[in-house]
């Protein structure tokens, strides 16, 4: 059984949304997953948001549960962690850098192919050969420089913003977004088991 962990900030809003959707999902394919959440900045037992809970009702889905801090046995215990911005991944890896090979944001993961991580690949190889110029106080390349640039904007932002404060529609937004990434994310978990039993 795969266990996933799910990471934003307070636990309130994004991952105790992504948590109920994968439960929900999972259950409905037939995936057996262990799910949890919680929040690298907050505390054990504040009640997940009025909203979130509404936007989850919009789609028949009843979700129980408080806020859990982060912690180290959360973390080990996952054989995946989804995290809901990069910001969340970079302080993760900050603090526990022995996870960084199941880390990733969600829609990273989700969203993550062969013509992307090839772009990723190539964008973070021109970064390595712009930042050692830099130290050796040699000239930037322009033709990397405007290449890393051109990469930029082709990538997809991988955060998925805090609807924290909101109004529905705000949080209404942001469910969809998450949805959506959680559906990509189940054909990637069923891909992998098929792939596995063959």
């Not at 949304?17 to 057996?32: D, N, R």
């Not at 929040?39 to 809970?53: A, C, E, F, H, R």
């Not at 390349?141 to 640039?149: H, M, P, S, V």
């Not at 469910?175 to 054909?187: M, N, P, S």
Request: proline share 3%; hydrophobic share 40%; aromatic share 6%.
């Amino acid at each position: 059984m795969k266990r996933i962990l799910f990471l934003c900030t307070g636990n309130t809003c994004r991952s105790p949304m992504a948590e109920a959707f994968l439960k929900g999902l999972a259950h409905e394919k037939g995936l057996i997953l262990a799910v949890r959440s919680a929040g690298i900045s907050t505390v054990d037992g504040l009640p997940v948001s009025t909203n979130s809970k509404h936007a989850l009702e919009r789609r028949g889905i009843q979700h129980q549960g408080s806020s859990v801090a982060m912690n180290e046995e959360a973390l080990h215990w996952a054989d995946l962690i989804l995290t809901m911005t990069t910001s969340h991944k970079r302080e993760v890896m900050r603090r526990y850098p022995e996870v960084m090979d199941k880390l990733y944001t969600l829609k990273e993961y989700a969203y993550m192919d062969d013509q992307l991580q090839a772009k990723l690949n190539e964008l973070e190889e021109l970064y390595s050969e712009l930042q050692m110029q830099q130290l050796l106080g040699q000239p930037i390349d322009e033709e990397k420089r405007k290449r890393a640039q051109k990469l930029e904007l082709s990538m997809p932002s991988f955060d998925i913003a805090d609807p924290f404060g909101g109004s529905q529609s705000i949080y209404d937004a942001c469910a969809d977004e998450l949805e959506d990434a959680i559906f990509k994310l189940v054909d990637k978990l069923l891909a992998i088991r098929s792939s596995e039993s063959s």
